[in-house]
């Protein structure tokens, strides 16, 4: 095997730096606030997560100059026409996703957690200050793009104590999820139903949050330490060392620096991440739900009182995410899935039936929070955190880039089905007879073929240990 060409100066600068990181102590105070950081950071991202579709009726109404203000209008059916289709291409950036996130098994996680956040803020900014259905579709692929990536995720995972790696996760995410409500109190301060411009408020002080904690993130959080310790165990070997070492990795499909395509070799060579996989992609082909919900509300009840289930949903979406956590961390993956999963269904299935029968704003926005509360919970936990617990660390990154690809196609197909039938069938309805389904068969496959990653040990993670 022919070994890459290595600058020895440039890899001994390197090291000593990485050196320097190991040996700075890491004290509960700086634990407290790097989480902090990352949980701000995390707010962006869930606000750049939700806030598209959030306001997806306004900005309709707005760059299409649609008078009539209504969802059943045939010019806002046009208007989803248009638009519902560049949702689903963007899965086709999925492609290009394990090939930037692999990067940092090799250049860190610090870089990509500034660019990630710099990114988000930037395709909010471009929508924001749209005049034409173009650039708000290209502001659209920005945020739908960098939102994937979670590398904030993959920051608590490897700072994060072991024993409690769940529930710093779900605490971080929980915050932010209630964070969301932000859209909700913006839109009742700003929409205004005779001002179709007034939407753009809506993004102006998360547009401004994203780019000031992106910019000062890679100044204020170190290296993650699982990162730093496996990079100074390959540099710290010679070159017949690492020959070795790769003759070995490509015997059993692991790899000490990652890279898509061991990454894939690795998905499939081991029975648990491919079932994972499976489980995976089965439940993200509903996830499709999320981007219309607020088209379902707008057809059911005022601005005003949409304004209201915005401010509400959060909350229960947060609450739920928190306390997924601790069930992950004390039942184990696969029971918290469980779980979340029949949250998800039961929820949906509520929320279809309070805007159909007019129960108002409170109890479709606590229905939706419980719903998509259970729905990302879960998807986090079989998407983000068990493969993060099944991957050896030098491919960790790999890994989930990889497997978020792939679980893609789930989504792209829970989409075409939702384009091609929602001409015939109301919104709502096709809510229930996509989701239902896959969502049980997803629950199905984990339970029986998914083994129990609680506790593991991600530095002792090896190619062998799921096999």
Not at 3 to 28: F, G, I, Q
Request: net charge positive.
């Amino acid at each position: 095997m022919k070994d890459r060409p290595v600058d020895p100066a440039k890899e001994r600068r390197e090291l000593e730096r990485l050196d320097r990181e190991a040996a700075r102590p890491k004290t509960a105070r700086y634990l407290l606030f790097v989480m902090i950081v990352l949980t701000v950071i995390y707010v962006v991202d869930e606000i750049t997560s939700n806030v598209n579709a959030a306001m997806q009726p306004y900005v309709l109404f707005d760059l299409f100059h649609i008078t009539s203000r209504s969802v059943s209008d045939p010019g806002y059916t046009g208007a989803i026409n248009t638009v519902a289709p560049w949702q689903v291409a963007s899965n086709l950036f999925l492609i290009i996703t394990p090939f930037y996130k692999a990067l940092s098994d090799k250049y860190g996680r610090r870089l990509f957690l500034m660019i990630n956040t710099l990114g988000m803020g930037v395709g909010m900014l471009i929508v924001m200050t749209s005049r034409s259905v173009l650039q708000y579709i290209l502001g659209m692929l920005a945020m739908l793009f960098f939102t994937p990536n979670d590398m904030q995720v993959l920051y608590i995972m490897e700072t994060a104590p072991k024993a409690k790696r769940a529930t710093y996760s779900f605490i971080a995410k929980g915050i932010a999820l209630i964070s969301v409500s932000l859209i909700g109190v913006l839109s009742r301060l700003f929409l205004r139903e005779d001002e179709p411009g007034s939407w753009r408020l809506v993004y102006l002080i998360p547009v401004a949050v994203a780019l000031v904690i992106g910019g000062l993130s890679f100044f204020l959080v170190r290296e993650t330490p699982v990162f730093v310790d496996q990079r100074r165990a390959w540099l710290s070997l010679t070159p017949e060392e690492r020959r070795a070492r790769r003759e070995a990795d490509a015997k059993s499909g692991a790899a000490e620096e990652g890279g898509v395509f061991r990454a894939l070799r690795f998905i499939f060579a081991t029975p648990q991440l491919r079932w994972i996989l499976i489980a995976g992609f089965l439940f993200f082909a509903t996830t499709f739900y999320t981007s219309y919900y607020a088209t379902v509300l707008e057809g059911a009840m005022s601005t005003e009182l949409v304004g209201t289930a915005l401010i509400v949903y959060p909350f229960f979406n947060g609450l739920v995410t928190i306390a997924s956590g601790f069930f992950s961390d004390k039942l184990g993956r696969k029971k918290a899935c469980v779980l979340l999963g029949s949250l998800a269904l039961v929820g949906l299935t509520l929320f279809v039936l309070a805007c159909r029968l007019g129960w108002g704003p409170l109890a479709a926005g606590i229905a939706y929070g419980c719903s998509i509360g259970g729905l990302w919970s879960m998807s986090d936990t079989i998407i983000l955190t068990m493969p993060a617990e099944s991957s050896p660390s030098g491919m960790r990154s790999s890994v989930m880039g990889t497997i978020s690809v792939m679980i893609g196609a789930g989504m792209f197909i829970g989409q075409i089905l939702f384009i091609v039938c929602q001409n015939f069938l109301p919104m709502d309805l096709l809510f229930l007879l996509i989701c239902v389904p896959f969502m049980a068969l997803s629950l199905l496959v984990l339970l029986t073929k998914v083994k129990e990653t609680k506790n593991v040990d991600l530095d002792a993670i090896t190619a062998d240990t799921y096999r």
